[in-house]
């Protein structure tokens, strides 16, 4: 048993009864811990008065809901609006926004390996609701996810602390309950195209660098339009049942030989660490490969990938990073864990067919903070 900010301890007795004798006068604070595996067991917060003897009962099992700032070691001051980035506005509450953590802004070393001690208090003492999207504290790479529920959560500064190493774990929670889908949408996906707009940009949005549909051959492959005609003519009409429009090649390539699409995510390399999956919407005959890509328009670069059989059919395809193929180097195949913090191009190649259909291509778990930065 230990008073917060006293050189005060005492075991208990087999039964887990004790005694603390000579408090001071005042509000304090106890911790209950097992000396066996140092697991916080209980927190309880009590007065004293001069001559007073108090029993304390059963002492209540700790939560995030009745954690005290003051019992963290290290603090640092932040502003919400730090951390709403234009394109969110106007802000629609709850809302969620990011922290990112690195060697520059955060001393990994002074919190738990685990960042279970990382809370966000506003300025009333309450704890925010976050979620560590990333911690790696090898790497010294963080993404702290923290939801606000009103705009009163935003007008005083925030206290973000750590150092505590008893803390117990908030675990993961939903931050997104309530929230509408298109909201979600807004906060926690990008678009990478549709093409409804019927040009080579793709549609990420601006801030987001302006960025352009490519096409690239291997040496005896062929494709319909041509490279170096306008990737605008590859987009038409989806039919088959699906509205708008759709990017549609004819090619010839026998494997090995391949045809690819794709288009840079801005212009340099970004961490899309925390992308729960891409989706999109195919059909055509033969192979296609869909993959994530660490280089600038070239034939062969580093990648992480899956392979698909094309339908003849539109259909909904969704892929993990637990998906993709793990690092083997055919073909420049390095692993997700390789490239998902340095990706510049989003890249379709298709193989041993005649036609390849692509249409809603839609990241998951990433914002546009992520290609900001």
């Known amino acids: 048993m230990q008073i917060y900010g006293l050189s005060i301890s005492v ?121 560590r999207a990333r911690y790696d504290s090898l790497a010294a790479r963080a993404e702290i996810r923290i939801r606000i529920e009103d705009a009163s959560d935003t007008l005083s500064a925030w206290s973000f602390c750590w150092g505590k190493p008893l803390a117990i774990d908030p675990g993961h929670p939903d931050l997104w309950a309530g929230f509408s889908s298109s909201t979600k949408l807004k906060l926690n996906s990008i678009l990478v195209d549709d093409f409804e707009d019927g ?48 990017v549609h090649i004819l090619y010839h390539a026998d494997s090995p030989e391949w045809v690819l699409i794709g288009t840079p995510l801005g212009e340099k390399s970004h961490s899309i660490y925390t992308m729960d999956s891409i989706e999109f919407w195919a059909k055509g005959d033969g192979n296609y490969s869909i993959a994530f890509e660490n280089n600038i328009k070239e034939l062969t670069g580093r990648k992480a990938w899956k392979h698909l059989v094309a339908d003849s059919v539109w259909t909904r395809v969704a892929i993990a990073p637990s998906d993709l193929l793990g690092a083997d180097s055919a073909g420049g195949n390095m692993g997700w864990e390789t490239i998902r913090d340095s990706v510049t191009n989003i890249s379709i190649f298709s193989t041993d067919g005649s036609e390849f259909w692509i249409d809603d291509i839609r990241l998951y778990g990433v914002s546009q903070d992520h290609l900001l930065r």
């Open 11 to 131: 075991p208990t007795d087999s039964l887990g009864n004790f005694t603390i004798a000579n408090l001071p006068v005042g509000s304090l604070r106890l911790m209950a811990w097992s000396a066996s595996d140092s697991k916080l067991l209980a927190e309880e917060e009590f007065s004293v008065l001069a001559g007073d003897t108090l029993g304390l009962g059963l002492l209540t099992a700790p939560t995030v809901a009745m954690e005290d700032p003051s019992t963290w070691a290290h603090a640092r001051s932040l502003m919400a609006s730090d951390l709403i980035s234009d394109w969110m506005r106007p802000v629609q509450f709850p809302t969620v926004v990011t922290l990112f953590l690195d060697s520059s802004n955060f001393d990994f070393s002074k919190a738990r390996a685990d960042g279970a001690d990382l809370r966000v208090f506003a300025a009333t003492g309450k704890g925010l609701v976050i979620d």
């Open 199 to 246: 040009n080579d940009r793709n549609a990420m949005p601006i801030p987001v660098p302006l960025s352009y549909w490519f096409k690239v051959i291997s040496d005896s492959a062929t494709i319909t339009p041509a490279v170096g005609e306008n990737f605008s003519q590859a987009i038409q009409p989806a039919g088959s049942g699906r509205s708008g429009k759709a």
